[in-house]
T-cell receptor
Framework: EPEVTQTPSHQVTQMGQEVILRCVPI?????FYWYRQILGQKVEFLVS????????KSEIFDDQFSVERPDGSNFTLKIRSTKLEDSAMYFC?????????FGPGTRLTVL | AQSVTQLGSHVSVSEGALVLLRCNYS??????LFWYVQYPNQGLQLLLK??????LVKGINGFEAEFKKSETSFHLTKPSAHMSDAAEYFC????????????FGKGTKLSVKP
């Protein structure tokens, strides 16, 4: 069964550093998403991406965040200058018109 | 605006007992509703979804949920809990567009006692 994959599983970084979280969506899916879950809190929507552009974004997704689909398979989330409060689990998801499938997540720890 | 409220951050049941996880939603448009499950150190797995067809929705692993518009509820049930059901369960709502943003509840952690 096809799966959404994410790398790395755990990323530790210093405050102010740039991080790139990587995702490989399901190959025939057209819609891509990033969500995050701060420890002990609810899963929060960050951004959706379709046809090589952002289709929707939340208030969380400020200028420090960017997304890119650099080739036909990867979907990346970049945080330019990480803050302590960016520490969270980041989930990538992709969907066709039937189901939104989530990856296993990347745990980002900002020190 | 849409929102989801899950009553009870932690539910504990005995193996073989009924599982009932509560979810109430708020939506100004006809909603799509979802239940996801998250096992420890894993991602979110779709259990079931309601997209304006049958109000009683059956999902994987013996779970089902009933959409009740009058009560704005979408509670998740399973007749007989199994140890492997121990996980965190999230209710989510979208605005009816099939690719709309998902708004998640805070989650309910289900424990199953032997």
């Amino acid at each position: 069964e096809p799966e959404v994959t994410q790398t790395p599983s755990h990323q530790v970084t210093q405050m102010g550093q740039e991080v790139i979280l990587r995702c490989v969506p399901i190959s025939n899916h057209l819609y891509f998403y990033w969500y995050r879950q701060i420890l002990g809190q609810k899963v929060e929507f960050l951004v959706s991406f379709y046809n090589n552009e952002i289709s929707e974004k939340s208030e969380i997704f400020d200028d420090q965040f960017s997304v890119e689909r650099p080739d036909g398979s990867n979907f990346t989330l970049k945080i330019r200058s990480t803050k302590l409060e960016d520490s969270a689990m980041y989930f990538c998801a992709s969907s066709d018109r039937q189901a939104r499938l989530f990856g296993p997540g990347t745990r980002l720890t900002v020190l | 605006a849409q929102s989801v409220t899950q009553l009870g951050s932690h539910v504990s049941v005995s193996e073989g007992a009924l599982v009932l996880l509560r979810c109430n939603y708020s939506s100004s448009v006809p909603p799509y509703l979802f239940w996801y499950v998250q096992y420890p150190n894993q991602g979110l797995q779709l259990l079931l979804k309601y997209t304006s067809a049958a109000t009683l929705v059956k999902g994987i692993n013996g779970f089902e949920a009933e959409f009740k518009k009058s009560e704005t509820s979408f509670h998740l049930t399973k007749p007989s809990a199994h140890m492997s059901d121990a996980a965190e369960y999230f209710c989510a709502v979208s605005d009816g567009r099939s690719q709309g943003n998902l708004i998640f509840g805070k989650g309910t952690k289900l424990s199953v006692k032997p």
